[in-house]
């Protein structure tokens, strides 16, 4: 496990223990300004784990942490360009497995929606989430939280025919010797069922790993204009005064930490296995 982001999530344990102890005692911007500094250092210790950004590009992203994710999908727009390139230079890959079955140019066009959502909300600069919205957001992350995660029964069957027509894919290739080999493996019943398994566990781990993801990044991004309006007279409004429980994200705030204590709990927790 990278240390350093082993020691922001240890460090953003004890940043939630701050708030909930200053909430309860009322000091409701101190607390928030806790609660803030969790979620960020949280969501910048995922995206270092994830590989989406580096030690070196936190510096950039400050304490606007939530730009660690629409960095990735930046990244993410510039190698779909790569490979709707290499389509254009070689239209063969349009009728091979699995190149063929991918809509290349939607998603493209589905990262640039995302980018633009994200621009659009994130310079938006909310401070005063409505109760309503907020209410939305938490309902839908106790939803993931509960959701499990299931593979068809058909999965093993639909995992061999997949795996031939990639077969073909290489023989149109002209790679016969990976043609050969992936054929071979398809017709041991034993060796299909032990990679399916694999599959099987490794796409598990992964939704464990994007339920953990969707609560941090939540936080980090609703909390993430409140780095300095928390601590700082700004605009003529007081913190001390703004930051109540007649503030809805205040009001809530014990529930989305409560979420966060415990992303962070099982991101370490996984991280040691």
Known sequence: MNKFAENLLRIAKSDIKASNYLYNKRFYSQSFFSFQQAAEKANKAFGLLDQLIGEDGLKKVSHQSAKVQRNAVRQKKLEVEELIYAYTKNPMLNTITPFKDLDINGYYQKLNDIQTLFDKRYNEEIINIPLITLNDILY????????????????????KSKMLEYADGFGKLGKIKGKDEIYEVMKDDDQVKLLCEYLIKYFEELFQIQKIHTVIFVCAFITSHHCEAARYPNKGKDPLKTYTKKLPVVKLQPEFMDLLENAIKKILKYCKN
Do not use: A, G, H, V
């Not at 106790?142 to 069957?157: A, L, T």
């Open 140 to 159: 839908t992350l106790y939803e993931i939280n509960d959701s499990k995660f299931k593979m068809p029964q058909e999965f093993k069957d639909s995992f």
